[in-house]
């Protein structure tokens, strides 16, 4: 007695012994019949369900013993979340209206049941965003990495935003002991073997006639800066020397407090240094010494000092425009030196190959050390010693350099 006889698309369920329930998908009809014991056997038995609903039994098959009627195929979480309107419980009761009225076939319609809440659709939806949720994560990381890597370039960038620490001639992290680390164009500073200043010793020159330096020297508006480590003169114009026959143009000069030069380890109150460079890179360096006082040297007996009591005027100039902010360009109007004034009148000299006396203590620097102090007064030294003191690098050693002194 098989009850589908149309193309319906079924699903089976085992109601009782011999009885199975059939649900079209895509009619929504419900149909009852009987089939055979061995078709029984090959039947999926679905998980039977406790069950209250076994009042039904006896209107079925009243000879079968004593079995649970199962429930759907919802899930039990389903008829649980729907107990105060039970479906098995309304379709168990519709069934067995039309066992006990009709014969052979029975028919249920799903028109003859109760109308149910939706519930899977409110399953699904759930299941839809997150699905679309685990879509976009994975699409949404690729793009999130470059701004990872931007964060970690940033924080690769960071040491080059350190500030350099400048040089200094005081000790600490930027003193003459550690130029050679605050920059690798440094190295000469500590690896040199040809470095300034050094400790000339009178007794060991080597004493000759050398041709006398030229000095071409012009007067120029003045242009001056306190650098934050000495005052320091722009030259302008021509202004030349002329040493064994090659011309070296003046750059600038500066001055040191106490001398970095030091004779027989003796300093001078004071030096000015004329740097003079030539359109080859080489450069010469004109020393003179400063001082108040032409006994500085004298229990030595090696010089005579040029001794005078009157101001230079040069200096003096210098020293009145000396800007109130360093490391700011001035050029006071109409203001005009002669640096000849720097220069002692007796111009013989000692001479030796060197370096330059700050970073990046660059050798091959002809040092031209005039013999005879420029004189100035104690009041002028006094005023340089407001602005800077201690100016001065530490000696370095003469190694086999020879020293040169013209008689
Ligand atoms: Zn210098």
Request: proline share 9%.
């Amino acid at each position: 007695m098989n009850m589908i006889s149309n193309p319906c698309l079924t699903i089976q369920t085992l109601v009782q012994r011999g009885v199975r329930i059939s649900l079209c998908l895509l009619c929504g009809i419900f149909s009852l019949g009987a089939f055979a014991a061995d078709e029984k056997s090959k039947e999926p038995t679905p998980t039977p369900a406790p069950s209250t609903t076994q009042s039904a039994k006896p209107a079925i098959v009243p000879a079968a013993p004593a079995v649970p009627l199962p429930v759907s195929k919802a899930p039990a979480s389903q008829a649980v979340a729907k107990s105060s309107n039970n479906p098995d419980q309304d379709m168990t009761d519709v069934l067995v209206k039309k066992i006990n009225k009709s014969s052979g076939d029975i028919v249920l319609r799903s028109s003859d049941l109760p109308p149910q809440p939706l519930a899977p659709k409110a399953e699904v939806k759930p299941e839809v965003k997150i699905e679309k949720k685990a879509e976009v994560k994975p699409k949404e990381s690729p793009k999130s990495e470059p701004i990872v890597i931007v964060v970690k370039e940033e924080l690769i960038a960071a040491p080059t935003i350190v500030p350099e620490i400048p040089w200094t001639y005081a000790d600490g992290p930027g003193g003459p002991n550690n130029w050679a680390n605050l920059k690798k164009e440094n190295q000469l500073c500590a690896m040199g073997k040809m470095q300034s200043p050094i400790n000339i010793i009178t007794d060991n020159t080597v004493k000759g006639n050398l041709s006398p330096i030229v000095f071409e020297y012009q007067p120029f508006l003045l242009s001056l800066m306190d650098n934050g480590r000495t005052v320091e003169v722009s030259a302008r114009g021509s202004n030349n020397i002329l040493l064994n026959e090659k011309r070296y143009r003046l750059v600038g000069i500066h001055f040191h407090k106490p001398s970095e030069e030091v004779f027989n380890g003796e300093r001078a109150e004071m030096s000015a240094h004329l740097v003079h460079e030539h359109y080859d890179g080489s450069k010469v360096i004109v020393a003179v010494m400063m001082s108040s006082s032409s006994q500085l040297f004298a229990a030595s007996e090696k010089r005579r000092w040029w001794a005078t009591s009157e101001e230079n005027p040069l200096f003096q100039i210098i020293l009145s425009n000396v800007p109130l902010v360093k490391n700011l360009s001035s050029s006071p109007r109409n203001v005009v030196i002669n640096p000849l004034q720097l220069l002692p009148e007796d111009r013989t000299y000692f001479t030796y190959m060197g370096s330059l006396t700050e970073p990046p203590c660059t050798e091959g620097v002809t040092w031209i050390i005039m013999k005879n102090p420029l004189i100035v007064t104690a009041q002028q030294i006094h005023s340089f010693g407001q602005i800077y003191t201690n100016n001065f690098r530490p000696l370095q050693l003469q190694g086999d350099r020879i020293i040169k002194e013209i008689r």
